[in-house]
């Protein structure tokens, strides 16, 4: 291994540990902080607070794994700013939302604030992540645009931001 793909190793590891540990850790910390200082009660434990958690976590996870295998598989890149893919990818997670890694990753901290029963994280602390995110999406979209051009605007038109649609009406 060459310095050059060491260097790329090392922020690919940097970039993974900040999105996927730092980021969940500080929504996570901050909203059971919330919890202790404004005294609020953690959601009652049961079992259907306990299987929906689940199902949003095997749920996300799926979507994040499906996307990442359409960009590297389509795109013949990588998530990785750094090694992005070569071809917009358009299909598989992406025909269902313009964004799914974040929808997967979105669906997957809801179950793990239902896991750790957080009203402050569920109420406070993610919406504010939510709405960062999605400042950062719509940056990554204007980047987008400029690199694909009237392929993405195209791409913008017929498949929703980050929810997708349940039901889709031919026009």
């Not at 901050?30 to 953690?42: E, F, H, M, T, Y």
């Amino acid at each position: 291994m060459d310095s050059c793909q060491k260097k790329l190793l090392i922020h690919q590891i940097k970039d993974g540990c900040i999105y996927w540990l730092l980021i969940p850790g500080l929504v996570l910390g901050s909203g059971k902080l919330i919890d202790l200082a404004g005294n609020w009660q953690p959601f009652t434990a049961s079992p259907f607070i306990f299987y929906c958690g689940l199902a949003f976590i095997i749920l996300g996870c799926c979507i994040v794994a499906a996307a990442l295998q359409n960009f590297s598989h389509s795109g013949q890149g990588t998530a990785n700013p750094r090694r992005p893919p070569k071809i917009l990818v358009k299909s598989g997670a992406y025909a269902l939302c313009r964004h799914p890694m974040f929808l997967g990753y979105d669906l997957t901290a809801i179950g793990v604030i239902l896991f750790i029963r957080s009203p402050a994280s569920l109420w406070i602390s993610y919406p504010v992540f939510h709405f960062g995110q999605i400042l950062f999406l719509r940056k990554e979209e204007r980047s987008l645009t400029k690199r694909f051009g009237p392929e993405f605007a195209t791409y913008q038109q017929q498949v929703p931001f980050l929810i997708p649609r349940l039901f889709h009406r031919q026009q």
